[in-house]
């Protein structure tokens, strides 16, 4: 009979706290909204099982003991310390299959767009002055320096950057920035129509863009290797991004390495993306949560990602006034880094408000450049603050 209450004892059960529970609903309900509603499934479905995971007392799959002293290290643990904390080599990864995956050809048709996608990295800063300035109110050192740059980056909708920027900057919060990252990403289909509908006319949403000129081979590939060059030779900290990013898109346009494009879109990104999830989800146990630091940036994110794409929208109305073909004002809400759902969304919205809008290739060119946008603004962060 002792032996019977010690196993029940030493039981997921016996040791389950109240602050996994809300936290075992919410990994089940980001899987059941990827599975039913397939709403971003590749992120919140594998995010979802990682939470979880996190939250089953007792399994040990995301401890780490670096000492080696205790033999408790379980397999995310393993792969969070040594591919995020320590290394931090899976956002680049990701980044080397966006950019096997991402056509320049917006951009160099139409470089305004670039404007558009600087834009929308306003959210960045945003929330970066208002996690200094929460202190105020709240606990003076509720955020330091380096943890409010690293909750900025959240406003840039960039997950892989976040993730980047938080394990250089801020490895305590890397969990909870990175679910709030993606998990804001995987919204913006709540979060960006009313906004766009709130800060446009409905005759600036009708607003026709002729459709971009043809892009040649060698502006697609000049585009990329000079990028690459001056971004890092300015802001050398954000090569790991940058240089993995245009790599991925040089493999796709040269056209003469098909097995290394396909390898890095497909295989590489694969992998990186399971495993990045999963581990990103393990981190958000229900002891970490219900802290004011976490509901603060979660919060914060919020605030930051619709400066965000309030910052893009408006630049676009701006430039109307000084521009003789005029754009529409919803390929500015792209400048986030959802790639490529703002993009596609700015499109749908056009359609409704005009049938003959087809947006999506306008908004690409702001979208791509967000992506661009807020690597920079890490890199710029980290060589500052780190």
Known sequence: MSDLLDFLGD?????????????????????????????????????????????????????????????????????????????????????????????????????????????????????????????????????????????????????????????????????????????????????????????TTKEEREIEMKPPRDVSRREKLLFPAGAMLVIILLVPEAAPLIALFMIGNLFRESGVVPRLSDASSNEIMNIATIFLMITIGAQLSGDRVFEVKTLAIMGLGLVAFACGTVGGLLSAKIMNLFVKDKVNPLIGSAGVSAVPMAARLSHVLGQQANPRNFLLPHAMGPNVAGVIGSAVVAGVFISILS
């Open 11 to 199: 039981s997921g059960f016996a040791n389950l706290t109240w602050e996994n529970v809300p936290l075992l609903a919410l990994g089940a309900f980001f899987i059941g909204i990827a599975i039913v509603k397939k709403w971003e499934p590749y992120v919140l479905l594998p995010i979802g099982l990682g939470i979880l995971l996190a939250n089953l007392p007792g399994t040990g799959l995301v401890d780490y003991d670096p000492s080696g002293e205790v033999q408790s290290s379980g397999i995310f643990g393993v792969i969070f310390h040594f591919t995020l904390s320590f290394w931090n080599i899976l956002p680049p990864l990701i980044f080397l299959g966006l950019g096997a995956m991402t056509d320049f050809g917006p951009i160099i048709a139409n470089p305004k767009t670039l404007i558009l996608g600087a834009a929308a990295q306003v959210g960045i800063f945003v929330a970066f002055w208002l996690a200094l300035g929460i202190g105020t109110f709240t606990s003076p050192d509720l955020f330091t320096l380096k943890e409010a740059a690293a909750i900025g980056i959240i406003g840039g909708a960039d997950g892989p950057t976040t993730i980047f920027a938080s394990a250089k900057l801020a490895p305590d919060l890397l969990g909870i920035t990175g679910v709030v990252a993606y998990s804001y990403m995987a919204s913006v289909v709540f979060i960006q129509p009313p906004l766009m509908r709130l800060l």
